[in-house]
């Protein structure tokens, strides 16, 4: 006596179209009720799946039903149109149980979105055709994704909706992990506008951003954001006034030091030397200088909300620039000539 081993080509006759959601209709388990012969009848009218127009003799899959046990592949013998319904019997090589083998597979033919589709039948096959469940598992094509959101949104970053691995495309308010959220688009005249978290704001894509820092988090200095604006004050004296400003714009909300020094070039390279030029704290803030003012630079403090008022004293009313310095960077005021100095 001699044994041999045969092999089972698990590929199934392929179908033309797939069916991943609920399908409307009444399924019928035939006359034995026990699938052969079964058929499911939709309500009148054309009948599409998956953006395809069902002909008669077409097979189709059917794995998403609510009701599993009408979970299978069907053919269709009649046609949907205006007064008719279409319907579909259950196909002579998959409506008994003797026909299910778990690992079997079906190719699908066509289809906006299972086209090229590989699904499976799975443990556990139906005890009872047509009345125990009957589950495929789906096997998207090499390189395909699920999309649970607006899968063709341009130039989105996509995101995990849901522990199964399913993305969507980023809508207008997308919260992430890590306690980080973000309010608004990347790219745009308004950049990255998130509110809470690291990041807080943004003039344009990813420049001029205000960082978050400290236990209680507080936006930090942009150097390019602060202001320097001078006015005529008392004779030979211009009144400077510095506002402290995060990448929002916003005037900061608490007491920060910074330093002034005038340079008679618009690159701030060049220390401005006359004697005669003297700084000091008009208000707003506190001078960090030892003794009296100094002459071409001043270390301070500002105010609460960012804010400092300096008096620049020149007899000779030089024409210069007031460069401020602070930590992360540096901003420069506009020129300064004689007219902004006091008669």
């Known amino acids: 006596m001699s044994l041999q081993q045969y092999n089972q080509y698990p590929a199934l006759s392929q179908v033309r179209l797939a069916a991943s959601s609920n399908q409307s209709g009444t399924y019928f388990n035939g006359p034995l009720n026990n699938g052969v012969g ?7 009218g054309a009948l599409t799946i998956d953006s395809v127009t069902v002909n008669v003799g077409d097979r189709i899959l059917f794995q998403g039903q609510t009701n599993a046990n009408e979970n299978g592949i069907y053919i269709c013998t009649t046609a949907g149109a205006t007064g ?10 998959m409506q008994c149980i003797e026909q299910v083998r ?6 699908v033919g066509a289809g906006s979105v299972n086209a090229g589709n590989f ?8 005890a009872i055709f047509g009345v125990s469940n009957f589950n495929w598992n789906a096997d998207p094509s090499a390189g395909g994704v699920s999309f649970s959101g607006a899968a063709s949104t341009a130039n989105a970053i996509p995101v995990f909706s849901d522990t199964a691995g399913n993305i969507k495309a980023a809508t207008t308010t997308a919260t992430l992990a890590h ?7 990347v790219t745009g005249s308004t950049g990255l506008v998130a509110t809470t978290g690291n990041i807080v704001a943004s003039a344009g894509n990813l420049q001029g951003l205000s960082l978050l820092y400290g236990a209680t988090p507080v936006a930090q200095v942009d150097p390019g954001s602060c202001t320097i ?11 400077v006034t510095v506002q402290l400003k995060d990448g929002a714009g916003n005037n ?21 030397s006359a004697a005669s030029t003297g700084f000091s704290v008009a208000s707003g803030g506190l001078s960090l200088a030892n003794g009296t003012a100094v002459t071409t630079q001043i270390s301070a403090m500002s105010s609460a909300t960012g804010g400092c008022v300096l008096s620049l004293l020149d007899t000779a009313k030089q024409t210069s620039y007031l ?9 420069i005021s506009a020129q300064l000539s004689s007219g902004s100095y006091g008669a």
């Not at 306690?179 to 688009?185: A, C, F, K, P, W």
């Open 179 to 185: 306690s980080l959220s973000v309010t608004g688009t």
């Open 252 to 272: 900061i909300t608490y007491s920060s030091p910074f330093r002034v020094y005038a340079s008679s070039a618009s690159n701030g390279l060049t220390l401005a």
């Open 102 to 107: 778990a690992g079997m597979y079906a190719s």
């Open 119 to 126: 699904y499976t039948i799975v443990e556990p096959v139906p």
């Open 84 to 93: 008719i319904a279409a319907v579909l019997q259950r196909a002579a090589d």
């Open 323 to 331: 460069v401020l310095v602070l930590h992360n960077g540096v901003k």
């Open 38 to 44: 079964a058929t499911f009848t939709y309500a009148t």
């Open 229 to 239: 604006t001078a006015a005529a004050g008392a004779s030979n004296t211009a009144t």
